[in-house]
């Protein structure tokens, strides 16, 4: 299967706009997940179980790999992605108000790289369009069995001083049909967004979300905090220990970099794997034990994903290399990380 992929991607995806290779992707996703038999038997082929349960927010995960967000801006494909391998799925990024995105293009792929180029701009149908979705979604059995998330961020219109009303009119409509809220302030392509990370800028809206997510969904709503690779180190230790401050359940490392020469956007992909480790390193030695970090950025393989465990991640997420490998790919990387997990089990690298 994964020859059989590469030689489709090279022979046809990767000579179409990848936006558009990416709407092609998604309108198969989402009717593999639509259609209950269908939905059976790629979960059969390509989701199969890892006999590993991982705990994550009180709930049985069946992996340690789930989807980042950015991948299912609207919540559109949680069902077949879920079939497809993903042990949870964080859609989004999800605004209060619709918003049509950057101007076109606006995603690219760097191949020899294996990364991608995006300025997105969090092209969504608002936050509202997405808790709709989602409700449907709870309302059947494969959906109340999913861990799901949901990612959200600022408006593009709605300046810095109104961001605490725009993180908290999103959080209200989405927190009753998630497991977890992430609060993204790290997106490069939101004018003024990763200034939000400051310490000060930052606890405000922290605060409000994780309230407002609790009154909304009548329960504790877990809230993360999504971090830059392009942070200095002083301040991932401060958002860090904002995070402990506020009682968050933790935090997601790491987001896209500017940190490239492949013009405006962030840079997703192989190359983000030794930050975002390094990253994660320092979250997890300011946070302790308790608290959940999500290593996200550059994993291409099981090996890759082992890389941000062994620093201190509870579970990972991918979004690029699904792209380069596939709909047999996490699945393949879930049951890896399984057998990595079995004292004295063979550490059979499976083809990423």
């Not at 492949?262 to 480790?277: C, K, T």
Request: hydrophobic share 45%.
């Amino acid at each position: 299967m994964p020859r059989i992929y590469d030689t489709l991607f090279r022979l046809g995806l990767a000579r179409m706009d990848a936006e558009t290779a990416h709407h092609l992707a998604g309108t198969l996703i989402r009717f593999a997940g639509a259609v209950p038999p269908l939905r059976a038997t790629v979960r059969a082929t390509f989701g199969r179980s890892t006999g590993a349960p991982v705990r994550l927010f009180g709930r049985e995960v069946p992996g340690r790999l789930g989807l980042a967000a950015g991948f299912d801006k609207d919540a559109t494909m949680a069902a077949g992605l879920g079939a497809l391998g993903f042990a949870f799925v964080e859609v989004g990024t999800s605004t209060a108000h619709a918003q049509p995105g950057n101007d076109k293009p606006r995603l690219r792929r760097v191949v020899e790289r294996s990364a991608l180029v995006n300025r997105m701009g969090f092209n969504n149908a608002g936050a509202a369009a997405a808790a709709r979705r989602l409700a449907r979604l709870r309302r059947t059995p494969h959906g109340r069995r999913m861990l799901l998330g949901a990612n959200i961020g600022k408006t593009k219109l709605t300046p810095a001083r109104h961001a605490v009303t725009d993180y908290v009119t999103s959080a209200r409509a989405l927190a009753p049909h998630v497991d977890y809220l992430v609060v993204n302030v790290s997106s490069p392509n939101t004018p003024g967004l990763r200034d939000l990370q400051q310490v000060e800028t930052l606890r405000p809206i922290l605060a409000a979300v994780r309230d407002a997510a609790a009154a909304a969904a009548a329960r504790e709503v877990p809230v993360l905090v999504k971090i830059a690779p392009d942070l200095a180190d002083a301040d991932v230790d401060g958002v860090a220990r904002l995070a402990a401050e506020l009682h968050l359940a933790g935090v997601v490392a790491v987001n896209t970099t500017i940190g490239h020469d492949y013009g405006a956007g962030g840079l997703s992909g192989a190359p983000l794997l030794d930050r975002g480790v390094q990253v994660v390193r320092r979250v997890r030695a300011a946070l302790g034990e308790e608290a959940v970090v999500i290593g996200v950025g550059g994993i291409s393989s099981a090996a890759d994903a082992q890389r941000y465990l062994d620093a201190g991640a509870t579970v990972v997420q991918a979004y690029t290399a699904f792209v380069y490998r596939g709909p047999a790919w996490p699945g393949r990387v879930n049951r890896e990380l399984a057998r990595r997990s079995v004292p004295g089990a063979p550490r059979r690298q499976e083809r990423g």
